[in-house]
């Protein structure tokens, strides 16, 4: 029986760069990433942001993640979806997640 995983990746110094506050450049083996994993049959791949699921979606278009669905970290409906299995970020205190996997960026 197969176990469906939810992946959270995080944009703002994770997905994208976080040299400046409006940099839009993408880090091109984090955008590899969530396009690779949300080809996996059992994963669901969530991208999203504190600064709320518009912005997510916005990167996401920018950098051409497909597959994916955009949420905000702080929205109470993106919470009616699970806590994800596997969260990507960039904060070395994260912990929303049952695993959490921070970046090497900073």
């Known amino acids: 029986m197969k176990r469906n995983i939810l ?3 995080d944009v703002d110094g994770t997905l994208r760069c976080n040299c400046k506050t409006l940099c839009d450049d993408p ?3 984090i955008v590899d990433l969530a396009n690779t994993l949300a080809t ?11 600064q709320g699921q518009e912005y ?7 950098f ?3 597959r994916c669905f955009a949420a905000s970290k702080i929205d ?3 919470w ?8 990507i970020d960039d904060q070395h205190l994260f912990d929303l ?10």
């Open 64 to 66: 051409g993640i497909e």
């Open 40 to 50: 996996f049959k059992n994963v669901r791949v969530m991208i999203w942001s504190g």
């Open 56 to 62: 997510a979606y916005h990167y996401m278009n920018l």
């Open 80 to 87: 009616a979806h699970g806590r994800p299995n596997i969260a």
């Open 27 to 29: 880090d091109q083996r």
């Open 97 to 106: 997640g049952e695993l959490n996997l921070i970046v090497r960026e900073k």
């Open 7 to 9: 992946v959270a990746i």
């Open 76 to 78: 109470k409906d993106t």
